[in-house]
């Protein structure tokens, strides 16, 4: 008999549900973006995205059940994100979870979104636990978090690596941000960047610890600020900074990112042995982190879709399954917890 689990994720500006069938089987995935809402301040407004949550948690819901051909009566579990996120809005989702759960009698999952992300890729191909199998290297890379983290099997978690100030996707949107490009940062840089040559080549951290696999995008993030400074992008002239200049800053800032990704997960894969190597994270949809992993890489790479790398219920409700699977469930009292971290 199978199993049809629910996912929701409201860990930050993304009201997203998704069903799925066994941890792999995708019937639909909804996502209700605010970024229009928080461009205009440039950043995320955490009471902002709370309130949206709420006025936009019953539409999806509907939405995403229909898509599915399914009623709420079908489903046999309820997974939520409970952590790490944006605590407001983390409390809309886990609130929403349990008056479901309780209201259809099924078991209520609180699930880790650093988790969701790695369970982004049993939707996509072959089951990663028997293609290639266990263990694996995770990069996690999104706007709030870069983590490396070793998977040896489902549940069994290490944390081999971490920013050890911005993260990947919080140093996209504050580059973005100083050449005049908007947000969110990452797609922005990578459209302006895209085929453009490096003239500028701009800092990777080296730690003190050369064993360390932890990461540091602050230097790298002065460093575009001293460089749009020195090329007149910075504050904007009158009639606004020279296009092709922005985008020469950019492609270097990317460039650099990304080989400070890459080179750390490789090195974490080859010390741990990893039969694989996963990506997850808004940042893992930049299409040069994906083609240098891949290029760079000689385990395989497993990536979703863009839009499974983004925040989804997708992936919380793979992840659910599984959790469910080795009988894991949560009681009612369940809290939200804002700085849960994985490993």
């Known amino acids: 008999m199978s199993t049809l689990v629910l996912g929701i994720e409201t860990s930050c500006d993304e009201t997203a549900m998704a069903v799925v069938e066994d941890g792999r089987r995708l019937h639909t995935n909804v996502i209700a973006s605010q970024i229009e809402i928080h461009a205009r301040y440039g950043g995320i407004v955490p009471?902002?995205?709370s309130r949206q949550h709420i006025l936009q948690s019953t539409p999806v819901l509907r939405q995403a059940t229909e898509e599915a051909g399914i009623r709420l009566q079908d489903l046999q579990a309820i997974a939520v994100t409970s952590g790490p996120g944006l605590g407001g809005s983390l409390l809309v989702g886990v609130n929403l979870a349990k008056g479901l759960a309780f209201a259809l009698g099924v078991p209520l999952l609180g699930i880790n979104h650093l988790e969701g992300h790695i369970y982004a890729s049993w939707l996509e191909g072959d089951d990663p636990e028997r293609a290639p199998g266990f263990p694996l290297m995770c990069l996690v890379a999104s706007g709030g978090h870069t983590d490396l983290i070793l998977m040896r099997g489902h549940g069994d978690y290490t944390l081999v690596g971490r920013t050890r100030d911005d993260a990947a996707g919080e140093a996209f949107d504050k580059a973005a941000r100083v050449l005049g490009l908007g947000f969110p940062g990452g797609p922005a840089v990578q459209r302006v960047a895209q085929g453009v040559a490096v003239r500028d080549h701009l800092p990777q951290a080296r730690l003190k610890d050369r064993d360390s696999l932890d990461f540091s995008f602050s230097g790298l993030k002065t460093a575009v600020l001293h460089t749009a400074r020195d090329r007149g992008l910075y504050p904007p002239p009158v009639g606004g900074p020279d296009p092709q200049q922005v985008a020469e800053v950019a492609a270097a800032f990317q460039k650099s990112v990304v080989a400070s990704l890459v080179e750390r997960t490789l090195a974490g894969a080859q010390r741990e042995g990893a039969r694989a190597i996963v990506?997850?994270?808004?940042?893992?949809?930049?299409?040069?982190?994906?083609?240098?992993?891949?290029?760079?890489?000689?385990?395989?790479?497993?990536?979703?879709?863009?839009?499974?790398c983004t925040d989804n219920g997708a992936m919380i409700a793979a992840c659910g399954y599984f959790h469910l699977r080795r009988g894991e469930a949560h009681a009612w009292d369940i809290d939200v917890t804002p700085n849960w971290r994985l490993g």
């Open 47 to 49: 009471e902002v995205a």
């Open 279 to 308: 990506l997850g994270g808004g940042v893992a949809a930049n299409a040069l982190l994906r083609q240098e992993m891949e290029r760079q890489s000689p385990v395989p790479v497993l990536v979703p879709r863009p839009v499974l």
